[in-house]
């Protein structure tokens, strides 16, 4: 089992930038695939990003080019650079970590990222 730990949304204008970051409770080597999803009010839960273990990621279309996926092996820890944010990505975004696609894996419990116009 994976506990996952998430930390840094808030509340930010439009066209600024937030991190949100994701602490592992186990060695984020054993860790296939890290991700984050998020779910906006009345919408489906979605993938923004992905990174795997071997260091490729996987960027949703709304988000290539603003938001940066990135894993800190030391602190067993990965974030999501988030830039040039819209209204658009308000949302509850959460953790996730498997270790095969198609597989549901474990969730953080969810930070709230809000843009503002």
């Known amino acids: 089992q994976v506990q996952l730990v998430e930390s840094g949304g808030g509340l930010v204008q439009a066209g600024g930038s937030l991190r949100v970051s994701c602490q592992t409770s186990r060695s984020i080597f054993s860790i296939n695939i890290m991700a984050w999803y998020r779910q906006a009010p009345g919408k489906q839960r979605e993938l923004v990003a992905a990174v795997t273990v071997g260091g490729s990621t996987t960027y949703a279309d709304s988000v290539k080019g603003r938001f940066t996926i990135s894993r800190d092996n030391a602190k067993n820890t990965v974030h999501l650079q988030m830039n040039r944010l819209k209204e658009e990505d308000t949302a509850v975004y959460y953790c996730?970590?498997?270790?095969?696609?198609?597989?549901?894996?474990?969730w953080g419990q969810g930070t709230q990222v809000t843009v503002s116009s």
């Open positions: 996730n970590s498997k270790r095969e696609w198609g597989r549901n894996g474990y």
